[in-house]
């Protein structure tokens, strides 16, 4: 069994727009549609069981359309993980219903990028997020180190999700891209060892697999989840990654799935 834990997907209706318009901010290609046929077919092709779902409020006014499709795709396929998302600048007796609205519906957890969402994660407007998925006990998979959408600002640093960290304690927090995208000296510094998952998407196009690796051997060996971060890179490219990492094949298996299985569950 084989569990991706951040993919991308859109409404059929909006996601050849939205893909569109981010290729054009990142200049990178996108490889699948982004909407559910699309990672199917992919997850099929790479031989990945099932997969987590991302689709983000970038703005308040987004965030019931954005959980009504997660629902939606709860009900709908099996081997879809849909997470919700809510913004920041929402009111927090909105925020609140919302979170309420998603855990009544069985969705596990919720998406934030703080980069689009024009909001460093540490800031206290994400306070009512946090405090509310500590008590539903929502999974939050968070954006972490740089992106191409805030190329000269980082919104979530391994030290400012390190803050959060000690803020909530029992936040149960992924920082994708192996705790921060291209901060991986940053990430030993800060996170490695401590109470946060870590997610491998972008493996593939890490320059440093040599630091990757060592962040993957230095971490909680519980806390460790297989990811893509599709359709921005290829579901195979990404676990040939993993695999050329040589990790201890106890370590692999809760990896691709056993820790995703864990934090599915409860």
């Not at 054009?24 to 099932?50: C, F, H, Q, W």
């Not at 998603?102 to 990028?113: F, P, S, V």
């Not at 149960?172 to 891209?177: F, G, K, N, Q, T």
Request: proline fraction near 6%.
């Amino acid at each position: 069994m084989i569990t991706d834990f951040h993919t991308h997907c859109f409404p059929d209706a909006l996601a050849e727009k939205a893909l569109g318009r981010l290729a054009v901010i990142s200049e990178i290609p996108y490889y699948t549609g982004a909407t559910r046929a699309s990672n199917l077919a992919a997850m099929k092709e790479a031989g990945i069981d099932r997969a987590v779902i991302f689709n983000i409020a970038t703005n308040p006014k987004q965030t019931t359309k954005v959980n009504d499709f997660a629902i939606e795709t709860a009900a709908l396929y099996p081997n879809l993980i849909p997470f919700g998302s809510v913004h920041p600048e929402s009111e927090p007796d909105f925020i609140e219903a919302e979170l309420r609205r998603l855990k009544d519906a069985g969705i596990k957890g919720i998406k934030l990028h703080p980069d689009y969402m024009e909001c460093p994660i540490d800031d206290e407007k994400y306070t009512p997020i946090f405090a509310t998925c500590c008590e539903l006990n929502l999974t939050i998979s968070t954006h972490a180190g740089w992106d191409f959408y805030s190329p000269d600002f980082i919104h979530a640093t391994p030290e400012r999700i390190a803050r959060v960290l000690a803020a909530y304690p029992e936040l149960r927090l992924v920082a994708a891209h192996m705790g921060g995208y291209k901060l991986g000296a940053d990430v030993l510094r800060h996170l490695a060892g401590k109470r946060v998952w870590f997610d491998t998407s972008l493996l593939a196009l890490a320059e440093d697999k040599a630091l990757m690796r060592e962040i993957l051997l230095s971490h909680d060996p519980d806390k460790l989840l297989f990811a893509t971060d599709t359709p921005w890179s290829r579901m195979t490219d990404e676990l040939a990654a993993l695999e050329s990492m040589e990790l201890p094949e106890k370590l692999m298996v809760k990896i691709l799935n056993e820790n995703a299985e864990v934090l599915l569950k409860e």
